[in-house]
């Protein structure tokens, strides 16, 4: 019986080789053609299905409901490819296709590239996208957001579309939509700018926005009531119908999205999109599975789907077909939507030479574009560790940061233990994570690497190549973590604890990234997971701008300073490693160091930084010089060449 088991066993293995190398050696096709090409005179559709025998067009007048006006017969072409060309104007039709696989018609799948699609993106529809430009689209271009455009130059706020406006002290009209986050001069109950005037405000330098591609979670007739981060995809090309004032005229939700990123534009901000490329919503049923079955995803050896993003599939960035996919789809975003940088779900599933060849093919379309994204995954994955775009492997990426969870977990602790602390709580046995983070993971001889909690070595080739930050839309907000872990301290001591934790992500080198609201302390209750929570969880209140201003006023400080000053924004491990010093025999719970301003153009020369993990006051001796105060907090204060920290503090101090 077990002899009979293995046989059974070896023959379906083999059957498995022989269906993924028949899967690698399928044609692929290099046109850029793919999908709608349309004319007033005529519309082109094609597809590539290279192991179905027939395929065809189904032609609708609605989005929804009803039964196909034609089914049309595409026509085989080479390389995989099925086409038709209908020589007539199809603007606002909807459309479907079938394949014939194994003598067996596919139930109808929506066109992978399509741009266009009607209400929960079961249809996509023919447009003319010309229409959906808003005035003055041609004349959109993106603002500087520094004089050198680096990507260590970016102060990035994350944010979900619906959380800036559906939230009753908004003062926002369009509540949940695109529309709404357009909106400028809003104010809260205190007259307090709130929504996009608030971003503008605060000063950063790029809206991040979690994902705005047509995602699945959310049923688009009935978007007033669900809510979903949207990390679900379905139509990679489209942007989501729920943030439109209408789904089912596929250029409405095109021409919302235009206006708002002209509108940030116009106000000085940038736009980054969040993309969830590693998984599809739907797996066996997905449109890419329907079309080509197996081809698009990574599999295990007994057949079945590989996970690496606990979602159910992944996708496989290395085979030719999605690898081309990935490329023109975020050239496609940057073309007809001008968006300046990506954020890459998961990105630790992606393998490093599509990761390169995004990077590359992008920069050389906008030099100025920004990129990152988590350089792990969210399970295990087939496909070779160094072969992936993780964290570990960063130092290959070319332009892509990778977020730092050594620095996020090393000012607050851990976000998989609740009571954990970091550095800005208390836990002073972070400082050396927290001094990985300052250099920006790079290599620098002050730190010692064995004392840093998740990386033992440097993975960075520069400080371009990551991201610090706190806390994002995972886990519990920075408020929420401090108050769960900290209980017994008070409000203002929570309070000072956030600032100084912020303190330590805007001034330490590599790209700063702050979640939206934690600038005036927001919470969500202690949900630590809050993708489907609905409003009440996640809309931001923006009458806490009110009361949390001094909050406020620090944070936006800090990123004042930030910008103005190259010191924090070294390009080059070496500038870092020659240019930061830091102190040695300081008291318990202190982190101190000088940053040569004058060696990168800063007309701060010279910088001294300190930070108070500790609760307990301490005084430091000033390096010699004239020091002059560019910020503090909580009450720390200059007393001749000495400096006195208040517990939880942060100190920025500079001399000509
Ligand atoms: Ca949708």
New binding site residues.
């Given amino acids: 019986m077990k002899n009979i088991i293995a046989f059974v066993i070896f023959i379906v293995s083999l059957n498995i080789v022989t269906a993924q190398e028949s899967i690698t050696s399928y044609p692929v096709y290099s046109g850029k053609d793919l999908g709608l090409t349309y004319t007033p005179k005529a519309a082109t559709f094609k597809i590539w299905a290279p192991t179905a025998t027939a395929a065809k067009l189904n032609l609708y007048k609605s989005d929804l409901g009803g039964t196909a006006t034609r089914s049309i017969a595409m026509n085989q072409g080479d390389n995989g490819i099925w086409y038709i060309t209908v020589p007539e104007n199809l603007k606002n039709s909807y459309y479907t296709f079938q394949v014939n696989i194994g003598n067996t018609w596919s139930e109808e799948v929506v066109d992978p590239y399509a741009k266009a699609c009607g209400t929960?993106?079961l249809r996509a529809q023919v447009i003319d996208l010309k229409e959906t430009n808003p005035i003055g689209w041609a004349g959109d271009t993106s603002p500087n957001f520094s004089v050198s455009n680096k990507q260590t130059d970016a102060v990035i706020y994350e944010l979900h579309v619906r959380d800036a406006s559906i939230h009753a002290s908004s003062g926002i009209k369009n509540k949940g939509k695109f529309l709404g986050l357009a909106e400028l001069g809003t104010k809260n109950s205190a007259g307090q700018t709130t929504g996009l005037s608030h971003i503008k405000e605060l000063g950063v330098t790029h809206i991040h926005l979690l994902p705005f591609y047509?995602?699945?979670?959310?049923d688009?007739t009935k978007s007033a009531v669900q809510y979903n981060w949207g990390y679900d995809p379905?139509?990679y090309n489209i942007p989501?119908?729920?943030y439109s004032t209408n789904?089912a005229d596929g250029k409405v939700r095109i021409k919302e999205l235009k206006e708002l990123i002209k509108t940030m534009h116009s106000n000085g901000l940038r736009i980054v999109m969040d993309v969830v490329y590693n998984h599809t919503a739907l797996t066996k049923n997905s449109n890419f599975n329907i079309l080509v079955p197996d081809y698009y995803y990574r599999k295990r050896a007994d057949g079945s789907f590989s996970d690496a993003s606990s979602c159910g599939n992944e996708t496989a960035s290395e085979k030719a077909m999605f690898q081309k996919f990935m490329i023109e789809s975020v050239v496609y975003w940057v073309n007809e939507y001008h968006i300046d940088g990506f954020r890459f779900d998961l990105m630790g599933i992606h393998d490093i030479q599509t990761m390169n060849m995004i990077s590359d093919t992008l920069r050389k379309i906008k030099p100025s574009i920004v990129l990152y994204g988590e350089g792990w995954t969210s399970s295990s994955s087939p496909l070779p560790e160094d072969k992936r775009a993780l964290k570990k492997n960063a130092a290959q990426l070319n332009g892509i940061a990778v977020f730092s969870d050594d620095m996020r977990d090393g000012i607050k602790g851990s976000v998989f233990n609740i009571d954990d602390r970091g550095f800005a709580t208390g836990n002073i046995s972070n400082s050396e994570s927290v001094k990985f983070g300052i250099v920006a993971a790079g290599k620098h001889p002050q730190i010692n690497y064995s004392k840093v909690n998740y990386s033992k070595e440097p993975y960075t080739a520069g400080p371009a190549g990551l991201i610090n930050y706190a806390d994002c839309h995972d886990n519990n907000i920075l408020w929420d973590k401090i108050a769960l872990s900290f209980k017994s301290a008070s409000a203002a001591e929570r309070t000072k604890m956030h600032e100084l934790a912020y303190a330590i992500v805007l001034t330490a080198q590599g790209a700063s990234f702050l979640h939206a609201g934690t600038e005036f302390l927001r919470s969500k209750n202690g949900v630590e997971n809050s993708f489907d929570k609905g409003d009440i969880v996640n809309g931001i209140d923006w009458d806490l701008k009110t009361k949390n201003i001094a909050s406020y006023q620090f944070i936006k400080s800090l990123v004042q300073i930030r910008r103005a000053h190259p010191a924090f924004r070294m390009q080059t491990a070496q500038q870092i490693a020659t240019n930061i010093n830091f102190e040695n025999n300081l008291p318990t719970g202190i982190i101190a160091y000088t940053i040569n301003g004058a060696a990168v153009g800063d007309n701060w020369k010279k910088i001294w930084i300190a930070y108070n993990g500790s609760q307990t006051p301490q005084t430091l001796t000033l390096p010699k010089g004239t020091w002059k105060v560019g910020l503090s907090s909580n009450g720390s204060s200059k007393m001749g060449n000495n400096f006195t920290l208040a517990g939880s503090s942060a100190v920025i101090l500079y001399g000509q």
Avoid: A, L, R, T
């Fill in positions: 929960n993106g047509d995602y699945n979670s959310v688009e379905v139509n989501e119908g729920s789904p």
